[in-house]
């Protein structure tokens, strides 16, 4: 007989892999074809950093001790970087983590946390792990809506996620709209935005909710290594937020929650500010290419402050999904996000963007 279990995961299920989401070795065996170019999980396209790839070599040696459980030369380094203290700083194996900290520390049954729809998938399962009920909040044709979120509060509302620019849709709020966001909340609900594709990010009125953080005290930014510095699997992510909150976050985490490897890696890629820069002029480059293809396809997108463009198709994207990944081209079916007709492309290296077009002709003039 199965031991009772919390009545709050009665609302979960677990992670299964659907074909987006396996790793290329499987969708190599799979697919039965060699090249496979993926673009379903906005990764770092130029790969890690050679700075973190060499740090890693070198902790491997140090794999048996147990390491410094509480990162502090990383967050030494984050806390420089981004101009806070260190006991501002919390880290976490990935931005996920982070965000089932938070919802650890500060959700629990009887609470409404708001959350903008559709987005990153975490904010919600974290809220149902704790019991919370999440308020979902339609963006307006993909943008962010401030106001609508705003109205979704109630004296229930312990929390609320802006992810910024937001996935899947690549869009933000404007500076003075975030100001009058921030200022607008009441004290006593968290803000939570989560900026792990703030370094894409190029619009002159796209501003990081950091240096607002005097708008509203209950901020806590979230960020992640996985994208700029291309260490998804490392798993290093963290928050920045008010010490007292950090403090608190600080009771929840594990103690070794960020592995040595991930801290190494992470500190190293921090340094290389010629990958970083790369990075950006790759996702430039890649988003022109798109934008130009994507038109002559006659395809709706959305402007992208991200490393990836959501296109509107008309049709199941399933079904073009499967199609493109029988040319070994692996992207985000819109289903995901229980949006069927739309698709999420990661912007690749300028050939992959290349073939991730030819593809996509391919597959929709097969339709016609
Ligand atoms: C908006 C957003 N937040 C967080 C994450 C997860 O980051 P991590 O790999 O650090 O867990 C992702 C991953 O794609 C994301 O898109």
Redesign the pocket.
Known sequence: MLPPHRPEIENLRPFLPGLPDKTIPELQEILGREKIIKLS??ENPLGPSPLARRAVREAAARMNLYHDPISTRLRSALAEQNRVDPEEIIV????????SIIAQAFFQPGDEVVIPDP??G?YRSSALLMGAAPVLVNLKDFAIDALALLDALSPRSKAIFL?H????TGTYLPTEDLQQFLKALPEHVLAIV????VDYATAPDYTSALPLRSLHQALLV??????IHGL?AA???YAIGPRDIIELMSRVRLPFNLNYLGQSAALAALGDLAHQEKGRRINEEGKAILYRGLKELGLRFWPTQSNFIWVYTGQDSWELTLKMAQKGIIVRPGATFRRPEYLRLSIGLPGQNRLLLKALENVLARRV
């Open positions: 999980f906005n976490g194996n990935g931005a996920d983590d982070v965000v987005t990153f975490s992810c620019p937001n996935n899947p989560d900026e792990a594709y979230v960020r992640t290594f996985s994208k998804a798993r290093v992510g």
